[in-house]
């Protein structure tokens, strides 16, 4: 059964500094990997996913997230944080058609 | 936190039909999200409901197609009508619950597949 780990609910990085968002998955077949960002009061925005092909994805806002199946990871980083990074952030594992799971978010806190 | 109840979780249906899912949340919440997720993409909102006013949809959606009622705080529904097999894909709802500090929960999914 497909599973997604976010680890850490919160987590608070200075204004500049590298962000890392951790996220580990199970799946018994090559998954779909996906992160989200949901801004209050607005839906989710995809960031980026990977789906074959490169390990390592670029999304939107300097995003990038690398997929690495030894580890089963897929975690979230961007070089220096902007105020306007501060948001929730979902990991998402999708077996091609089977169903969507989400992990439980983490909000990210940008200190000044 | 808040448990999302989405129903069904999967359905078959004939092409010229129309599909009602169901979203029921253990807990009163202000705002609920409808996806849908085509094979092999990711999700695109269809539309916001708010519970005493009309749904928002996203552009490329309109209310004929998906129709939604929001009766209370607490239950949605999304109905896709006459459906076709571009339509097959998975339907998600998602709440945010703003006395948690504005925290998104998602329902399972419906996997729907139109023949």
């Known amino acids: 059964a497909q599973s997604v780990t976010q680890l850490g609910s919160h987590v608070s990085v200075s204004e500049g500094a590298l962000v890392l968002l951790r996220c580990n998955y199970s799946?018994?077949?090559?998954?779909?990997l996906f992160w989200y960002v949901q801004y209050p009061n607005q839906g989710l925005q995809l960031l980026l996913k990977y789906t074959t092909g490169a390990t390592l994805v670029k999304g939107i806002n300097g995003f990038e997230a690398e997929f690495k199946k030894s580890e089963t990871s897929f975690h979230l980083t961007k070089p220096s944080a902007h105020m306007s990074d501060a948001a929730e952030y979902f990991c998402?594992?999708?077996?091609?058609?089977?169903?969507?799971?989400f992990g439980k978010g983490t909000r990210l806190h940008i200190l000044p | 936190s808040a448990v999302i109840s989405q129903k069904p979780s999967r359905d078959i249906c004939q092409r010229g039909t129309s599909l009602t899912i169901q979203c029921q949340v253990d807990?009163?919440?202000?705002?609920m999200f409808w996806y849908r997720q085509q094979p092999g993409q990711s999700l695109t909102l269809i539309a916001t409901a708010n519970q005493g006013s009309e749904a928002t949809y996203e552009s490329g959606f309109v209310i004929d197609k998906f129709p939604i009622s929001r009766p209370n705080l607490t239950f949605s529904t999304l109905t896709v009508s006459n459906m076709s097999p571009e339509d097959s894909s998975i339907y998600l709802c998602s709440v945010e619950d703003l006395d948690l500090g504005g925290r998104a929960f998602f329902g399972q999914g419906t996997r729907l597949t139109v023949v």
């Open positions: 807990s009163q919440v202000t705002m």
């Open positions: 799946s018994s077949v090559p998954p779909y």
């Open positions: 998402a594992v999708s077996e091609r058609d089977d169903k969507i799971i």
